[in-house]
């Protein structure tokens, strides 16, 4: 299984990114797929989950509102519409995937099976 997670950049304040993730090796209908990032000099967060099937989202305090989660099956893929960027958004951001994640679950890094690589988010003020 591999993701590959593409789409950062260097955007103004204010601006907008969306960061997709390939994922290739298996079908990811039962999974939940997440995104994590984790800035300089800082532990790793969650940002946001979704399952695969669209039945659940979830969003961490810091994005609710400004950030959506979604995918496209046909393509296998998953995406982040990142919306009025902030500075402190600021980061190198992963995707991930588990098998076996509930709602009370999907913001924990244990939680997920495979990682894709980051790809960076540079938020100039």
């Known amino acids: 299984v591999q993701l590959q997670a593409s789409g950062g950049g260097l955007v103004q304040a204010g601006g907008s990114l969306r960061l997709s993730c390939a994922a290739s090796?298996?079908?990811?209908?039962?999974?939940?797929m997440g995104w994590f990032r984790q800035a300089p000099e800082k532990e790793r967060e969650f940002v946001a989950a979704?399952?695969?099937?669209?039945?659940?989202?979830w969003y961490s305090d810091s994005v609710n509102g400004r950030f959506t989660i979604s995918r496209d099956n046909a393509k296998n893929t998953g995406y982040l519409q990142m919306n009025s960027l902030k500075p402190e958004d600021t980061a190198v951001y992963f995707c991930?995937?588990?098998?076996?994640?509930?709602?009370?679950?999907?913001?924990?890094?244990?939680?997920?099976?495979?990682w894709g690589q980051g790809t960076q988010v540079t938020v100039s003020s």
């Open positions: 979704m399952r695969w099937t669209g039945s659940g989202t």
């Open positions: 090796g298996r079908t990811f209908s039962r999974y939940v």
């Open positions: 991930a995937a588990g098998g076996r994640i509930i709602k009370t679950s999907a913001s924990l890094e244990s939680a997920y099976d495979y």
